[in-house]
């Protein structure tokens, strides 16, 4: 089948393993919060019904047990048994309507703000999620290829200082880097802002006073995330690139007496390979990187929104997010499989091969 | 054993062993030089002294007990979650790429798998579960059961690599058994390389556990260095300015860490040539 179109071929035996690594995940996400405890609603009880009368618990607890699908439900109506009490689901019914509830586009609710849906939480703070990240990533990115490139090919004095101080910054974890930023930048000489996206006294608009609000905030969160990596990007190249200078090719155009520049080009397209598949798969971690970044200066978007449903105990909020951060990470893995197949010269010859069987 | 003595003619590894070494005998000899204790003994963010070097946190407890606390369980989730994830990736790694065909096939699928979904989400939905009696060993555990996976593929390379060998045929040829050939004639070759993943699979698992206690999902039962920087920043000890409550522990995350990503960096130089120059 398909033996004459390999490529495609590729792309759909790729595309059936990811949704069979979807599908794993997914009941990942379904199963481990059931893992601890096995009832979430006890948890969500024991926070919310103090001061209740015991008619209201009863009621509430339905209603949570119903919405998470967790008893029994026909009609809209849950199912009871003889003495009025609440027909349990079994495991498997209840992944059948979580999976079905997440086909529909429905996280569940959330329980700190409700009856504010997960799906619309989400909506709102991830645009701040990537406002932060994709231009940090993407600067990081090139700034640390072209150093680690220069590290790679000039070596001497300034590889001698560049590499122990990209490692430095590259071991330094991001999120210690953070602190001291907000430490030294807000606190002590108190030029730029310690937390959040905008000023506190402000509402999101599209206006010139709210913009100029959200980029001030905007440098410290940059910066942290920027610099590391950067360093990391730069220690990736620098290594791909004196890997790719002991190679015979390279070795054959300095015989040849080709230009420098000519070389270093050559030795570019080479070592960069595995450097885009890094940026792909750090563009699919973008929306789960950020979590402690956010953390720390308080910034609006996603990784606040789980921080504030763990501390919380607010189950769909963290399942709807971990589900997001899975699909993300998914489709890049994909993203990058493909872009693999069409670039690297040598999974195209292996599909070429494969062609005969 | 020779290549390990040559390690040490790196300056490099030399510089990240001692460095090493150094906060392993603090963790280890801290509480015989210092009265450990988490009692109160001070004021409330009380400022250091010459009678508490660092000061006191919110509760008033003594940052040199805590610190050195902290220290001891990093370094002991370093340890577990590294060893898990070492011997688990290492033997799956040497046992699928060795056998080969439907072991094989099976082993890497799971690897595979697991490599794509982000560990990061099953961490926090384990540890969100575990709202009581979440232990310092428990999150050891879930760290390495995770982070098994890409050790698992990269010594599967290598070993497959290895199984056409002249000297592995000859010892099947006399009747060894896949456990004779596993550990005397592969193991051997791979020491460093495990060496290697070993070292950066500790690193992993301090930095995890830095980061699963600072969104609020650390240990219960006892102090870690990442517990104390998500008290800091929740009791507002960074936006007061209080630089004794997470300077310190900040430095000492980043020694560690630092110290085990140069011994890597530098056995990778050394194991292998090519880096040489």
Redesign the interface.
Known sequence: MLKQYPTLRYILQRGGWYFITFVVAVAINFYLPRLGSNNPVKIIMGNTSQGLSSEAVKEKEEKYLKEFGLVKVKNGKIVRNEDGSPVKASILEQFISYVGMCFKGDLGTSFQKYPKKVLDVIKDAVPWTIALQLPTILFGWIVGNVLGALAAYKRGIFDRVFFPVSLLLSSLPFFVFGMLLVYQFAVVWDCFPAMGGYAGDLIPTFSWTFFSSAAYHYVLPFFSIFLIAAGGQAIGMRSMGIYELGTDYIKYAKWLGLKETRIIAYLFRNAMLPQLTGLALSLGTMIGGALITEMIFSYPGLGMAMLTAIQNNNYPMIQGCTLLITVCVLIANFTVDILIGFLDPRVKAGLQIGKGN | MKQFLSLFKSPMFVIGFSLFIGTLLLALLGPLVFNITTERVGVQYAPPSGKYWFGCDDLGRDYVSLLIKGLQASLYVGFLAGIIATTLGTLLGIYGGFKGGLVDDIINMVT??FI???S???I???S?????GRSLTLIAVIIGMTAWTWSARAVRAQSSALKSKDHISLAKMNGANTFAVITLHILPYLASYVFMVFILQV?TGI?TE??IS????GPLDTVSLGTI?NQ??NNGA????I?WA??PA?VI??IV??A???IN?SAEGVFNP??R?
């Open positions: 595979n798998l794509v979904i982000p990061i989400v099953i926090i939905l384990i969100a579960s575990f709202s009581e690193a930095l830095a980061a600072m969104i609020g999902l920087l800091a920043k960074l936006s007061d300015g630089w997470f300077m900040t995350i980043t860490v630092f085990l990503y140069l960096t090519r880096l120059k």
